[in-house]
C-alpha cells in the first residue's frame, strides 16, 4: 500500500515562508508526477503544484505562481513545496498526492495545516 506522508506545516505570519515534504513509500523514479494540493474551510480542494518527474516539468496554480516551488527528489522518493511571501488566502490543509500515471491523482497523504495569519 502506497503511504504519502507529509510535514512542515504550521502557523506563520503573512509575508513569512514554510516549506513543507512529503515523503513516499515507493520508487517514485517509476510513477508518473508528485503534486501538492490544499483545501480551505468551505472550499472544494484545489490543485497548487506538481513536478514531473521524467521531465522535470514544473505547473503551478495561477495563485501560487512567482511565491512556491515545487521539486522532487527520486533519491529519496521525496517531493517538496517552498512557499514564500504567504497571505492569509493561502490558509488551508496542504495534500501530497502522487500519479502514477498522467492524470491520476491515486494516492493521498494525510494533509498538513498551513495557517497564514495577517
Known amino acids: 500500500q502506497v503511504q504519502l506522508v507529509e510535514s512542515g506545516g504550521g502557523l506563520v505570519q503573512a509575508g513569512g515562508s514554510l516549506r513543507l515534504s512529503c515523503a513516499a513509500s515507493?520508487?517514485?523514479?517509476?510513477?508518473?508526477?508528485m503534486g501538492w494540493f490544499r483545501q480551505a474551510p468551505g472550499k472544494e480542494r484545489e490543485f497548487v503544484a506538481a513536478?514531473?518527474?521524467?521531465?522535470?516539468?514544473?505547473r503551478y496554480a495561477d495563485s501560487v505562481k512567482g511565491r512556491f516551488t515545487v521539486s522532487g527528489d527520486n533519491a529519496k522518493n521525496a517531493a517538496y513545496l517552498q512557499m514564500i511571501s504567504l497571505r492569509p488566502e493561502d490558509t488551508a490543509v496542504y495534500y501530497c498526492?502522487?500519479?502514477?500515471?498522467?492524470?491520476?491523482?491515486?494516492?493521498w497523504g494525510q494533509g498538513t495545516q498551513v495557517t497564514v495569519s495577517s
Open positions: 515507493i520508487r517514485t523514479f517509476s510513477t508518473y508526477a
Open positions: 513536478v514531473i518527474w521524467r521531465s522535470g516539468i514544473t
Open positions: 498526492a502522487l500519479a502514477p500515471l498522467a492524470g491520476k491523482w491515486d494516492y
